[in-house]
C-alpha cells in the first residue's frame, strides 16, 4: 500500500508517516500482512505497483495544495483501478477553523472513485511560516498550535486496514466527513 502526501510544512507528511506505521501495526494489518510504504506525494511516486493507496494534502484556504491536485488529474486512470482512500490536514482549534470540507474533497473522491475522505486537524507553527503567510494567519486570526490527533490517525488506519483485509469497519463512531 502507499500512503502520500503533499505538505508545505511537514506536519501532514507527518500524518501520513503515521498512518503508514499505523496501518501495518494494526491488528487488521497485521493479520492480512499490510505493507504500507510513505511517501512524499512531491517526489511523485507511482502508484501502479500498489494494491491500494492512501492519499492526502494539506489544506490552506479551503484548498488542497496544487502539487495533490495535479497528481490526482495524472494519475486519476492508475488510481481508480485500485482501492484510495483521501485524506486532507488543515483545521486548527477548537471548534475547528476552517469548520467547511476542503473544495476539493468532493471532485477529488469523485474522481479516483475514493473510498472514503477523513479531514484531520493539524499544526500551524508561526515560526515555520513565510511573512505573507503569517500575515494571512493574523489577518485570519487562525488559532496557532499542534492540534493533531494521532488517536484519530491510528483509529482510521486501523479501519482503512480492515476494510482492506476485508472485514466490517469497527473501530470507533464513524466519522460523518469520511
Known amino acids: 500500500m502507499l500512503v502520500t502526501a503533499a505538505s508545505r510544512h ?5 500524518i501520513a508517516r503515521a498512518l503508514a506505521r499505523d496501518l501495518a501495526a494494526s491488528p487488521a494489518g497485521r493479520a492480512a500482512g499490510l505493507t504500507a510504504v510513505p511517501a512524499t506525494l512531491e517526489s511523485r511516486p507511482d502508484p501502479a505497483p500498489y494494491d491500494a493507496v492512501v492519499l492526502g494534502s494539506a489544506v490552506y484556504a479551503g484548498r488542497w495544495l496544487e502539487v495533490a491536485r495535479e497528481y490526482v488529474s495524472e494519475r486519476a486512470e492508475v488510481l481508480r483501478g485500485r482501492p484510495v482512500w483521501l485524506f ?3 483545521p486548527i482549534g477548537p ?3 476552517p469548520p ?3 473544495h476539493d474533497a468532493v471532485p477529488v473522491a469523485a474522481l479516483v472513485r475514493a473510498r472514503g475522505h477523513r479531514v484531520f486537524p493539524g499544526r500551524l ?4 511560516l513565510s511573512v ?3 500575515a494571512m494567519v493574523t489577518a485570519m486570526r487562525a488559532p496557532v498550535g499542534d492540534v493533531r490527533d494521532w488517536a484519530a490517525v491510528r483509529a482510521w488506519a ?3 486496514a480492515g476494510e482492506l483485509a476485508g472485514e466490517p469497519a469497527s473501530v470507533g463512531a464513524p466519522d460523518p466527513r469520511g
Open 10 to 14: 511537514g506536519a501532514t507528511h507527518e
Open 88 to 90: 486532507s490536514s488543515g
Open 95 to 97: 471548534p475547528p477553523h
Open 100 to 102: 467547511d470540507e476542503p
Open 125 to 128: 507553527d508561526p515560526a515555520l
Open 132 to 134: 505573507g503567510e503569517r
Open 158 to 160: 486501523e479501519q482503512v
